[in-house]
């Protein structure tokens, strides 16, 4: 196959397999998917939906989590991992939300990007999810998966993300950045799969008789 064949071939299995691939983090409205999100840096979907409920009982609009102090938040989001960081990012972003957007999520790329501990990747995710602006954010599972679909060099994320964003559909991105996602825990593992196990890999590269080295994110 070549990568556009390979490519068609993936994001029609990848529909066959998750037709409605929903969103892993629990939220309700785009602040609680940004807050989400933000704690799900270096931390399981799994161990982020266990804390924000107790979060959210506490303050789960910028009116409410500014009232909080920081030491407060910091305890309830311990679990998650670097605490002190993500703490003084919901804190801040929600001070500046407060003062600069009317209290409200903004719909826009680079003012998501301007607010403290959101990179990228967590601005991607709320664009595509919250608002559905057609974004591509790339995680660990996708920049692997990527790569072992030869779908792009490996370089680094955001080289990743402009190879897929050219391959495919600007319409199939915000569903396909999750299918892949969905498919990179349940089959194509890091430790599972080495690029010649699961199906998609064996598929698209038949001939492949040695594991595809790949680079982390």
């Not at 009982?57 to 938040?73: L, Y």
């Not at 955001?158 to 897929?164: V, Y």
Request: charged content about 25%; proline content about 7%; hydrophobic content about 40%.
């Amino acid at each position: 196959m070549i990568k556009k064949e390979r490519a068609a071939y993936i994001q029609n299995r990848l529909q066959e397999l998750y037709p409605d691939p929903p969103v892993p983090l629990d939220h309700k409205d785009p602040y609680t998917l940004l807050i989400a999100v933000l704690l799900s840096a270096q931390c399981t979907d799994v161990r982020v939906n266990q804390i924000t409920p107790l979060l959210f009982e506490r303050a789960d609009t910028p009116q409410a989590m500014v009232k909080i102090p920081e030491e407060e938040i910091r305890a309830i989001i311990r679990p998650c991992g670097l605490s002190p960081m993500k703490a003084k990012g919901i804190a801040g972003l929600s001070r500046i939300l407060l003062d600069q957007h009317g209290g409200e999520v903004p719909a826009d790329m680079k003012a998501l990007e301007a607010l403290p501990a959101v990179g990228h990747k967590t601005a991607s995710v709320v664009m595509a999810q919250a608002f559905g602006v057609p974004a591509f954010p790339v995680d660990t599972h996708i920049h692997r998966l990527a790569q072992r679909w030869g779908l792009t060099n490996g370089k680094n994320v955001a080289q990743t993300e402009r190879d897929l964003k050219h391959l495919f559909p600007k319409s199939s991105w915000n569903d396909l950045h999750l299918q892949i996602i969905f498919y990179g825990r349940e089959y194509c593992t890091a430790r599972g799969c080495d690029g010649t196990v699961c199906e998609i890999c064996r598929t698209v590269f038949p001939r492949r008789k040695r594991a595809k080295q790949v680079f982390k994110a």
